[in-house]
């Protein structure tokens, strides 16, 4: 038998400072979730079914999405997407490296190569104008990222993809709500991959979606969400099997119930919950205007940011990052380049506005739990410099 005296000391817990700083993020659950959740563990069927369907549903009649397929993460929606694309060994996919790790990793996930594109230092996204000379016999895709929300120049990106038969791929896992040219985002490009991780607009706790807006492909991201059956036409036999022929691989990426009751709560007010983070936002762009060191991203009439993040430009920015610290209010850089990852090759001198980013973009604190007297504190902060 184990003698207590010669087992390892308990771990003491972690003392929590006396006063919480304004954090970055915050996870929004809606009041009714747990009750939603809950009825479905009662029910006891968890795995994918009928929530699922009505996550779906309501993804589309409310954000304006195309065929959603729920997904069990957003990294799912992109390997997944890959997939389905029929992007594989030796391509190439292009995309910009203002992004989380997810949108190239699951391209060296399928064998593909991920290619380096420039960004407008004026908004984090791809520039359009990097993209046609980078493109070769091997280039399958455009991968759009949609940094902090901001929805990328998809009509230059599609003139691109158009001339070279390419496929446009977004990563909108910052823009659920999003409108380019008055389109919801999840509407235009043939796949759009979201993410309902716990930070994000609307968490499922992990999840996520995939649109394909050919009716075609939609069927194969069903299809292959599940091991490569087609649930809908695999008819479980007297014996108890589902008759189906596997032909190619499928995975295990589907949504379960009980994650979408909470995606469902969450969705509730989401129309609302937006246009309190527009206001925020506002409050924020006409507080800041004109402060010296300090240059905001770039916003134009044409589109509509999710705002995920509010980003911008600053000067001396280790000391701006310590200045809110020392007043209780978070800043971070949330990511820089991925490109100078081993994996994706090492950090690319040549992408000049990418490395200028790298040095001076900071995001400050925006989500459901921040009110305009916080904003407003915040303002005050950043105008007694840095
Ligand atoms: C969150 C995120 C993902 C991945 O989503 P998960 O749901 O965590 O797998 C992909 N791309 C970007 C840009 C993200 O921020």
Redesign the pocket.
């Known amino acids: 038998m184990l003698d207590q005296a010669t087992l390892p000391a308990p771990v003491p817990a972690l003392s929590i400072p006396a006063t919480t700083p304004i954090p970055m993020f915050t996870t929004f659950v809606h009041p009714k979730a747990a009750q939603r959740v809950q009825a479905v563990l009662q029910s006891t069927f968890l795995s994918e079914g009928k929530l699922v369907q009505e996550f779906e549903t309501r993804l589309s009649t409310e954000l304006g999405l195309v065929n959603p397929a729920a997904l069990n ?4 929606a ?1 390997h997944l997407a890959l997939e389905v694309a029929g992007v594989g060994p030796g391509d190439e996919v292009i995309l910009a490296p203002q ?2 790790i ?2 190239a990793i699951v391209v060296v996930q399928v064998g593909a190569k991920p290619v380096f594109a420039d960004i407008q230092y004026e908004t984090g996204n791809i520039n359009p104008a990097d993209i046609e000379h980078r493109i070769t016999a091997r280039t399958k895709a455009i991968m759009a ?1 949609h940094w902090g929300g901001y929805p990328c120049d998809l009509a230059e990106i599609h003139a691109v993809a158009r001339r070279h038969g390419l496929l446009v791929i977004e ?1 909108a ?2 823009a659920p709500g999003a409108t380019y040219q008055g389109r919801p985002i999840g509407s235009i490009s043939d796949l759009t ?1 979201f ?3 716990a930070i ?1 607009h609307i968490t499922t706790g ?3 979606a995939l649109c394909a807006r050919c009716p075609e492909m939609a069927r194969e991201v069903l299809r292959r969400r599940w091991f490569g059956i087609d649930r809908a036409h695999s008819p479980v036999s007297e014996i108890g099997e589902r008759e189906y022929d596997l032909t190619d691989v499928g995975f295990k990426y589907h949504l379960s119930d009980y994650a979408a009751a909470l995606g469902l709560a969450n969705l509730d007010g989401f129309q609302e919950r937006m246009s309190r983070r527009r206001a925020l936002v506002r409050q924020y762009r006409e507080g800041l205007q004109g402060v010296a060191g300090l240059q905001l991203l770039e916003q134009r009439p044409d589109r509509e940011s999710a705002h995920w993040l509010f980003g911008m430009h600053v000067e001396n920015r280790l000391q701006f990052i310590r200045a809110l610290k020392a007043k209780g209010i978070a800043a971070s850089v949330v990511h820089d380049g991925i490109d100078h990852n081993t994996l994706f090759g090492g950090k690319r001198l040549e992408l000049t506005n990418q490395r200028r980013f790298d040095d001076t973009q900071i995001h400050i604190p925006l989500h459901d739990g921040l009110d305009a007297s916080q904003v407003a504190y915040i303002i005050e902060v950043i105008h007694q410099g840095w």
């Open positions: 993460s957003g990294t799912s992109l992004t989380f997810a949108s990222v990563d896992a910052h991959c993410s309902f991780q994000k992990d999840g996520g």
